[in-house]
Every structure is written in structure tokens, then in C-alpha cells.
């Protein structure tokens, strides 16, 4: 059973940083891209960053490049994404994905507050 667990949320100041890790389990990881999506409120979910299954690739949406980081550790299952100059526009809740045969799974997401 996949299963993915979102952690380090919270309120932050603009220009700050914040680390979200997602924990994932259930399914071979080190063979899948994984991604991070947000949702603002009253807003679409929208794409942020994903990462390939060796940690090699990567993209990026046009709002974060240059300011968010996706890493993964294959051997933790884990993977982060590391969010420097945050705006209040990045307010959301972030969630971590994957896509397995031919499904989409979500967390339950972190919410992340860029707030002075």
C-alpha cells in the first residue's frame, strides 16, 4: 500500500526558508519520479518541482526555479524539497506524488504559511 507522509510545515517570514521532507513507503521507490505539488487556497493544485528516480533530473515550475530545490535519498525513501526566498505567493499546501501503474498518489499535504 503506497503510503506518503508530508512534514515541515509551517509560518514563515518572507525571504525566509523552509525544508519539506516527504516519507514514502509501499512501492519500489528508487524507481520512481517523484513530485512535489501545492495548492493555495480556493486555487487549482499546481505543479512545483519533480525529481528522477536516480536524483539526476530535475524541473522545476516557472514560480520557484532558482528559489526551491528537490533532493531524494533512495536508501530513506525520502524526499525533500528545500524552499529559500519565500514569498507569500507560496503560501499553500504542499503535497508530495507519485504515479504508479497508472494511479496517482498523494500525501496528505504540509501547509506552509509565508507571512510576516
Known amino acids: 500500500q503506497v503510503q506518503l507522509v508530508e512534514f515541515g510545515g509551517g509560518l514563515v517570514q518572507p525571504g525566509g526558508s523552509l525544508r519539506l521532507s516527504c516519507a514514502a513507503s509501499?512501492?519500489?521507490?528508487?524507481?520512481?519520479?517523484m513530485h512535489w505539488y501545492r495548492q493555495a487556497s480556493g486555487k487549482e493544485r499546481e505543479f512545483v518541482a519533480t525529481?528522477?528516480?536516480?536524483?539526476?533530473?530535475?524541473n522545476y515550475a516557472g514560480a520557484v526555479k532558482g528559489r526551491f530545490t528537490i533532493s531524494r535519498d533512495n536508501a530513506k525513501n525520502t524526499v525533500w524539497i528545500q524552499m529559500n526566498s519565500l514569498k507569500s505567493e507560496d503560501t499553500a499546501v504542499y503535497y508530495c506524488n507519485v504515479q504508479r501503474l497508472s494511479a496517482n498518489y498523494w500525501g496528505k499535504g504540509t501547509l506552509v504559511t509565508v507571512s510576516s
Open positions: 525529481i528522477s528516480p536516480s536524483g539526476s533530473g530535475t
Open positions: 509501499g512501492f519500489p521507490f528508487s524507481s520512481y519520479y
